[in-house]
């Protein structure tokens, strides 16, 4: 129950396309969903994040979408740029300390061919 | 603000050794989480400290492996006898850990090899 389901994980798309990462949770006590991104020899660094109140969110080029019912969310990125080749993590969090974990998902590799 | 500061960057160790790895979370966070990321487990929670107090070990990997907070600025981790399974990058990260706001900032990680 505490588990976050990631996929794909890997992904290549074509510049300028759409990105679309999909991940999906069991516990309902989640009440926080983050997608981080990693770069290479970098540290994974907060990218979007969305409470379950709401369907979706966009920033930018990048929008969450989230399907409370299905337990179900996914990171669109619109116009695909080389440089958001990266590993992009879904996590989510349970609880209502502010203490509480994050449960991060398997992780997908991105790769935007130019 | 200097970010997480982790410490060392790169450790090459062998078999049986003692490694200890450092961490300074950032200033006036209150919440510090050490995780573990290889290519087969991804990314795993270690331990997290709720000022300075171990909430949660439940994903050390065994006795092997410890964890100290000595103070609000600085935290190690600890593996003592090693082992090359345990070679992975080690990321510290820190929260400021107050209702409704939860992200994590990430150090860049240390590379450990162990041989």
Redesign the interface.
């Known amino acids: 129950q505490q588990q976050v389901k990631q996929s794909p994980q890997s992904l290549i798309v074509q510049k300028g396309g759409i990105s679309i990462i999909n991940c999906a949770y069991e516990n309902t006590a989640f009440d926080?969903f983050?997608w981080y991104q990693q770069f290479p020899?970098?540290?994974?660094?907060?990218l979007i994040?969305i409470r379950p109140d709401v369907s979706e969110k966009k920033e930018g080029r990048f929008t969450i979408s989230f399907n409370k019912s299905a337990k179900q969310f996914s990171l669109h990125i619109m116009d695909s740029q080389p440089g958001d080749s990266a590993t992009y993590?879904c996590a989510a969090?349970g609880g209502a300390s502010?203490?509480s974990?994050?449960?991060?998902?398997?992780?997908t590799r991105l790769s935007i061919r130019p | 603000d200097a970010g997480?500061i982790q410490s060392p960057r790169h450790e090459v160790t062998e078999m049986g050794q003692e490694v200890t790895l450092r961490c300074k979370p950032i200033s006036g966070h209150n919440?510090l989480?050490w995780y573990r990321q290889t290519m087969m487990r991804?990314?795993e929670?270690l331990i997290?400290f709720?000022n300075n107090v171990p909430?949660?070990d439940s994903g050390m990997p065994e006795d092997r492996f410890s964890a100290k907070m000595p103070n609000a600025s600085f935290s190690t981790l600890k593996i003592q006898p090693s082992e090359p399974r345990d070679s992975a990058v080690y990321?510290c990260?820190s929260s400021l850990?107050?209702?409704?706001?939860?992200?994590?900032?990430?150090?860049?990680?240390t590379r450990l090899t162990v041989l």
Not at chain 1, 41 to 46: I, N
Not at chain 2, 101 to 109: A, S
């Open positions: 926080y983050p020899g970098k540290g994974p660094a907060l994040a993590f969090r502010s203490a974990k994050i449960i991060f998902g398997s992780g | 997480v919440s989480f991804g990314l929670l997290y709720n909430i949660d990321f990260a850990g107050v209702a409704g706001v939860h992200e994590q900032f990430f150090g860049p990680g």
